[in-house]
């Protein structure tokens, strides 16, 4: 029976096992919303009862991961049995000579419905369908991939043919000659119904309307602005364009907020706790809190215990103060100050140390400035050779200060 | 805090109470002997105002009167601030403190107990100890203005302890630095303590800086190991690579040479059945070259043999027609050599004859020369004789009179003259007299020289002259000596003495009266040594050069014994020698010569014959011993070939057909084996070179290399599977997510150390300079009153800005040096430790009047520094109470200040 219709899912660059350092502290479970993405995809797969799914490159992050992800993964994919899965190897999991799919889950264990293409030889997933696959044999190479699909001679003239394959398509500024580059007109040029690639992380239907990139089923950090997608593809035949609909997938949500911090701490922390409470899942999400401004105070507590606040709520929270200019010194700490020459002595000291490392101290408040004076900012030799002994930074003072000042509230006040 | 009265009982020797009252507020001095209890008292006054009255234990028990159960009992009277306390401590079973103040009639309660102890402990700005007697760093003010006995005599009074640190800079009016301060310092210190460790400043190996640091390290680690393995994984993964094509490059390299091994086989069988056939056919030509061979040889024999009897044949007849004139030749020179040697012994005999006469004739001659030659050598020696005796004759006379040499004449001579001189001289400057007579007398006129006799006439007046003196002797009359006076006289007669007597002495050496004679005696000498000298030239003249007489006669007596003996041969005496006439010795001679020569001649004849008659005897031998042999040879042959014709039934022509019909059959074999060699490829050795090279190559490569390469791969897929099931990548992405979190966390843990190092850094740096700007007054002052003490301008005390003392510095010309306070006196660190104790006093005591006490400072101190010291007692008196204890009260005549005798101050 010659299938007129054919409905399958497209999806890529799962990258089983990848490293999340960025995120050194959840990167286990980053690595794990992976796996829990790639069954609920399966389950889209079985819902939506496709004839095959098609895993266009870089199932896992590397041949080497451990053999429990090789079996999460086929045991995954056996998940929407009886529907053939065909995989592609990609840049990240070539069929070089430690291919992870010479292992005993791909060999001995592997699920019936789950193909590996190993060769360049097509398959028919389904009759009346021809899947020309161009397995990856290496970590880069200066060939388009789509040069090697073998069209078979016997192939009946109604069969749909659909191309597999990973690489960068040659769009000027995107791609790199090694990067396994594939020729725009690729599928035009060989007559492809559609032509699922894998390689890019973000989902790309390009102009032809044939050549298509899932995208990731799991985004991959901050960088990235989507979801996790995959694409559910329709061809009824044999030259007639394909229906692509992005299903958007992913478990976890990487959400960056970007935070004026110039005004009344208060009001601040406020509006980022606002911010957040509109979050959907939160213990799901990843947030990296962008703060800029300058600090009215030099208490920081209350980002202290925004940041233990935002803790507790989400997956993970990074604030990034690179664009935050902090007051070291501020009113709390000459007013401790005022009328104890020895804490200004020190004061003025680190004041100096700051300025001798580049950075000096700005905003001090005036009453503190005035007791200072404008002595000179130059320190000693013997304290120089000191500071540069101990490898003291800029930051190290600005911690002295804040040290400096939590005690003396503790003994002065 | 000033004192007023002290009194204590029960404490160590005070088993009774003593009481000491009205102290002055100025300079109080307790004295008494040794074991009087003056330094006990100073414990009292430590136990009352620096410890706890309820502390028990060995070192308040140990406080008991010995052999007691009594228990210290203090009481003292004091003003603090303008407040006049009485304090009464009791301590083990009299455990009680009670602190009273004066309300100007009487005393009431202000405190007791603990509280007592505390109030109390306060003004001495002092802590007490956690068990036990509080230490001297504890006293507080005592610490820095009492100088005790015991250990901590000579230790320095230090703001170590914060309170009195405290206190000290209430007294200097400081106000930089405040007792929060010290709390803001002490928590940075706390928190420095506990990451840094005091002495080197690293981070303590417990700290969360250090913990962080292994904990980075470990991952570090890890990482790197996993990112090693990965990196071998790759490494082994392009091994493999390559291995795999090596692999598939051998395998194909070895189907390709069985390939070319399969064709070369049909060649290769196909030389080997040529080489086959070849093999046979050589060995074939070789029994048949050897029949044939053995036939040649055979026939070569034969004809060997005939040729060989032919020769021989002829060669004898050869030599036998040689040897016929040989023979001839040699009777012929027989003949000559028998006839010349008989002429030879006739001429022996002539010869013979004639030798004998001319020895005659010779002996003759030889006898009749020594003759002569012995009459003239006998001739020789009486003349020799005659002239030694001469000799000796003369020599024994002169012996007998020793004659002078000329130089001592010439002494004698220059003695004489010098004599005469001193004489003449010594008369003109001596005596003369005159003597004119009256009538005639005799007179004996003695001198030095002679006596003489005069007689003296009224016409006939006598002048006298003497060196020395004058004897005057008038017969009848008496005598008259006179002398003279003179020096120089004197002296000249001396001179004149010793010159007589070296002359007289030369002159009895040679045995003469007079110069004169001994002028004659030289004179004789010289004569006869000249005559001496004449008569040895004649003998060694007449003995001749090198001959002595004894040689001379010995010689003659052998002349005379070989001239006997030739007599004697000739049979004749020598008169008859002597007359015989001489006879011709040359005549006879040349007849002997030649007589000889022709004998040579003869003789060399004869050898020559001799000669040739040998050669030819050897000649003729030779011939007919070659002729003999060579008969015998050609025997021999023909013997030899009739047997070798015997196997041809002595047929020669049997033999020269069997000969060709070998040679045929061998040339037969020979034409097959040429064509089989022609037939065999050129380069067939080649092909077989090939093959075999080609069976070793495929053997290589089948069953080393490839079965090796195999090996390899398997351990590299090995590693590779090894690695898969690993999980490396895993493993590494893990431990860069691990190092992640470390790094981070170390980041934090030392910034955190590192503001706490900067803060504890600086504040100990400003507490020390605000601490040495405080102190330095007490340095100064404490340097001015040590410089008075000693007298030793260019001295300073070393004080640390806590006042802890370090030494004392030298300040010499160009340099200078700090010296430890060991290396001085006694004495010099007693004055050091007052001058201390003394500056602090006179800062401290601007605040209140202060309480010094001194346990016998001075012990050690000489005269000239006491009388220093006292007047700056003095002077610190007017604004401290100053309480001295020492044995020595005479010391302190030239202060004023109350006394306390101690011993009657006990009750």
């Known amino acids: 029976m010659v299938i007129t219709v054919v409905s399958f899912l497209h999806t890529a660059d799962w990258q089983i096992g990848m490293k999340a350092s960025q995120v050194p502290t959840v990167a286990e479970t980053v690595r794990k919303a992976r796996l829990t993405a790639a069954e609920q995809l399966m389950r889209i797969a079985s819902q939506r009862e496709v004839d095959f799914v098609l895993i266009a490159g870089d199932l896992f992050e590397n041949n080497l991961v451990h053999n429990e992800a090789a079996h999460r993964v086929t045991e995954a994919l056996s998940a929407c049995s009886p529907i053939p899965v065909y995989v592609l190897p990609g840049n990240h999991d070539p069929l070089t000579e430690d291919s992870i799919y010479n292992r005993s889950a791909f060999k001995d264990y592997l699920p019936p419905n789950v193909h590996i293409l190993r060769t360049f030889e097509p398959v028919a997933p389904v009759p009346g369908v021809m899947l020309l696959p161009a397995p990856v044999m290496s970590k880069e190479s200066f060939d388009d991939p789509t040069t090697q699909f073998r069209i078979p001679p016997e192939m009946g003239e109604d069969s749909i043919i659909i191309g597999i394959a990973h690489g960068s398509l040659r769009i000027p500024g995107k791609f790199q000659e090694n990067d396994f580059p594939i020729a725009l007109d690729a599928a035009k040029r060989l007559g492809l119904d559609y032509l699922a690639l894998g390689h890019w992380h973000s989902f790309y239907v390009h102009d032809d309307e044939r050549t298509v990139y899932a995208g990731t089923h799991e985004p991959t950090g901050f960088d990235e602005q989507r979801k996790g997608t995959v694409a559910h593809v329709t061809i009824e035949a044999r030259g007639s364009l394909p229906k692509i609909e992005r299903l958007d997938t992913g478990t976890l949500s990487w959400q960056t907020l970007k935070c004026d911090v110039s005004g009344d701490p208060a009001h601040v922390v406020s509006h980022i706790k606002h911010e957040v409470s509109k979050v959907e899942n939160p213990s799901s999400t990843l947030l990296r809190l962008e703060l800029k401004g300058h600090a009215q105070s030099d208490d920081l507590q209350w980002l202290e215990d925004l940041e233990d606040w935002l803790k507790i709520r989400l997956l993970y929270i990074e604030i990034d103060k690179t664009q935050f200019v902090t007051r070291p010194i501020g009113k709390r700490l000459s007013k401790l100050a005022a009328g104890n020459p020895f804490l200004q002595s020190i004061i003025s000291d680190l004041v100096d140390i700051a300025y001798a490392l580049g950075r000096p101290i700005e905003d001090l408040p005036e009453d503190l400035a005035n007791i200072l004076g404008s002595d000179s900012q130059i320190i000693d030799d013997r304290l120089q050779d000191d500071l540069d002994r101990w490898g003291i930074q800029s930051e190290d003072v600005e911690e002295a200060l804040r040290t400096l000042a939590s005690i003396a509230e503790e003994v002065l006040s | 805090m000033i004192l007023r009265s002290l009194t204590v009982s029960g404490l160590r020797c005070f088993?009774?109470?003593?009481?000491?009252?009205?102290?002055?507020?100025?300079?109080?001095?307790?004295?008494?002997?040794?074991e009087s209890g003056k330094s006990t008292l100073v414990t009292g006054l430590a136990l009352a105002f620096l410890n706890r009255h309820d502390m028990t234990g060995d070192a308040i028990e140990a406080f008991r009167p010995w052999g007691t159960s009594l228990s210290p009992l203090i009481r003292t009277e004091f003003m603090?601030?303008?407040?006049?306390?009485?304090?009464?401590?009791?301590?083990?079973?009299?455990?009680?403190?009670?602190?009273?103040?004066?309300?100007?009639?009487r005393y009431q309660r202000l405190d007791e107990g603990k509280a007592a102890d505390d109030k109390v402990r306060r003004m001495m700005q002092a802590e007490f100890s956690g068990r036990g007697l509080s230490k001297n760093t504890q006293w507080g003010l005592a610490h820095l203005l009492w100088m005790p006995q015991g250990t901590d005599r000579f230790s320095s009074p230090s703001l170590a302890e914060p309170g009195v640190e405290d206190y000290f800079r209430q007294a200097m009016g400081a106000t930089i630095f405040s007792k929060k301060d010290d709390k803001l310092l002490g928590l940075i210190s706390k928190r420095y303590a506990d990451i840094f460790t005091p002495k080197t400043g690293d981070f303590k190996a417990n700290s969360e800086v250090s913990l962080a640091k292994q904990k980075v390290a470990a991952a570090k680690d890890q990482l790197d190991r996993a990112l090693r393995d990965l990196e071998a994984i790759r490494e082994a993964e392009s091994d493999l690579l390559l291995h795999d094509s090596r692999l598939a490059e051998l395998e194909t390299r070895s189907a390709n040479l069985k390939q070319e091994r399969q064709n070369l086989t049909g060649q290769l069988e196909r030389i080997r059945d040529l080489k086959s056939e070849r093999d046979t056919m050589k060995a074939r030509l070789q029994t048949a070259t050897q029949a044939w061979e053995t036939v040649k040889k055979e026939w070569q024999q034969v004809s060997n043999l005939k040729k060989t009897i032919a020769d021989t044949r002829l060669e004898i007849a050869r030599k036998e027609k040689a040897v016929i004139p040989l023979k001839a030749d040699l009777d012929k020179v027989s003949k000559e050599l028998d006839s010349k040697r008989a002429i030879e012994k006739d001429l022996e005999k002539g010869i013979k004859e004639t030798n004998k006469d001319f020895q005659k004739a010779n002996d003759l001659e030889q006898a009749k020369n020594r003759l002569?030659?012995?009459?003239?050598?006998?001739?020789?020696?009486?003349?020799?004789?005659?002239?030694?005796?001469?000799?000796?004759?003369?020599?024994k006379e002169l012996s007998k009179q020793p004659c002078p040499g000329i130089t001592d004449v010439k002494s004698?001579?220059?003695?004489?003259?010098?004599?005469?001189?001193?004489?003449?001289?010594?008369?003109?400057?001596?005596?003369?007299?005159?003597?004119?007579?009256?009538?005639?007398?005799?007179?004996?006129?003695?001198?030095?020289?002679?006596?003489?006799?005069?007689?003296?006439?009224?016409?006939?007046?006598?002048?006298?002259?003497?060196?020395?003196?004058?004897?005057?002797d008038i017969r009848g009359l008496g005598r008259i000596e006179i002398k003279s006076g003179s020096t120089d006289v004197k002296r000249l007669l001396e001179q004149i003495s010793t010159e007589k007597r070296a002359l007289k002495e030369i002159l009895d050496r040679y045995g003469v009266e007079t110069l004169s004679d001994l002028k004659e005696r030289y004179n004789w000498g010289v004569r006869q040594d000249l005559q001496l000298n004449t008569l040895r030239d004649n003998l060694k003249t007449t003995l001749g050069s090198g001959n002595t007489l004894r040689l001379l006669e010995s010689q003659l007596q052998k002349e005379e014994t070989t001239l006997r003996e030739q007599c004697l041969r000739l049979g004749i005496s020598q008169e008859e020698l002597a007359e015989a006439e001489t006879p011709d010795v040359d005549l006879l001679k040349n007849r002997l010569d030649g007589l000889n020569k022709q004998r040579d001649d003869l003789g060399r004849e004869i050898l020559e014959l001799d000669k040739l008659e040998?050669?030819?005897?050897?000649?003729?031998?030779?011939?007919?011993?070659?002729?003999?042999?060579?008969?015998?040879?050609?025997?021999?042959?023909?013997?030899?070939?009739?047997?070798?014709?015997?196997?041809?039934?002595?047929?020669?022509?049997?033999?020269?057909?069997?000969?060709?019909?070998?040679?045929?059959?061998?040339?037969?074999?020979?034409k097959h084996l040429a064509e089989l060699e022609r037939q065999i490829p050129k380069n067939a050795a080649e092909i077989e070179r090939n093959a075999i090279r080609l069976e070793q190559k495929i053997k290589e490569i089948d069953e080393e290399t490839i079965p090796g390469l195999r090996d390899k791969r398997a351990v590299l897929r090995g590693k590779l599977d090894e690695a898969g099931n690993r999980g490396l990548y895993s493993e590494a992405v893990q431990c860069e997510e691990a190092l992640k979190i470390a790094e981070s966390n170390q980041a934090i843990a030392?910034?955190?150390?590192?503001?706490?190092?900067?803060?504890?850094?600086?504040?100990?740096?400003?507490?020390?300079?605000?601490?040495?700007?405080?102190?330095?007054?007490?340095?100064?002052?404490?340097?001015?009153?040590?410089?008075?003490?000693t007298g030793s301008p260019e001295r300073s005390l070393e004080l640390s800005s806590d006042l802890s003392l370090s030494g004392i510095k030298i300040d010499q010309e160009d340099s200078e040096t700090i010296g430890p306070i060991w290396d001085f006196s006694i004495g010099t660190q007693e004055q050091l430790m007052m001058s201390v104790r003394l500056a602090l006093g006179h800062f401290l005591g601007q605040v209140e009047r202060q309480l010094v006490v001194l346990d016998d400072p001075l012990v050690n101190t000489d005269p000239h520094r006491l009388e220093r010291i006292l007047d700056l007692l003095e002077a610190a008196s007017k604004t401290l109470q100053i309480i001295i204890l020492t044995c020595h009260i005479d010391r302190y005549e030239g202060i004023l200040g109350k006394r306390f005798n101690i011993t009657e101050a006990t009750l």
């Open chain 2, 750 to 789: 030392l910034r955190k150390a590192q503001g706490i190092r900067l803060l504890q850094y600086l504040g100990r740096t400003r507490k020390d300079q605000l601490l040495d700007s405080l102190t330095e007054p007490i340095r100064d002052e404490a340097t001015r009153i040590f410089r008075i003490i």
């Open chain 2, 412 to 472: 004698a001579e220059d003695s004489k003259s010098r004599i005469d001189a001193r004489e003449a001289e010594a008369r003109a400057q001596g005596l003369a007299i005159d003597v004119t007579a009256y009538t005639d007398f005799d007179m004996i006129v003695s001198t030095s020289e002679d006596e003489k006799t005069y007689t003296i006439r009224p016409s006939e007046p006598l002048s006298l002259v003497s060196a020395d003196r004058m004897t005057l």
């Open chain 2, 80 to 105: 603090f601030g303008d407040k006049r306390y009485c304090l009464e401590k009791g301590f083990l079973d009299n455990a009680r403190s009670v602190l009273s103040e004066w309300d100007g009639i």
């Open chain 2, 372 to 395: 002569e030659s012995t009459r003239n050598l006998a001739a020789q020696v009486k003349s020799a004789q005659d002239l030694t005796k001469k000799i000796s004759d003369l020599e």
């Open chain 2, 614 to 670: 040998q050669s030819l005897s050897k000649q003729v031998a030779k011939l007919e011993q070659e002729i003999s042999n060579l008969r015998t040879s050609a025997e021999i042959s023909s013997g030899e070939l009739k047997r070798r014709l015997e196997s041809y039934d002595n047929n020669e022509e049997k033999l020269n057909s069997a000969l060709t019909e070998k040679e045929e059959g061998k040339n037969c074999i020979e």
């Open chain 2, 15 to 34: 088993r009774n109470p003593i009481e000491l009252k009205d102290f002055s507020e100025g300079i109080n001095i307790i004295y008494g002997p040794n």
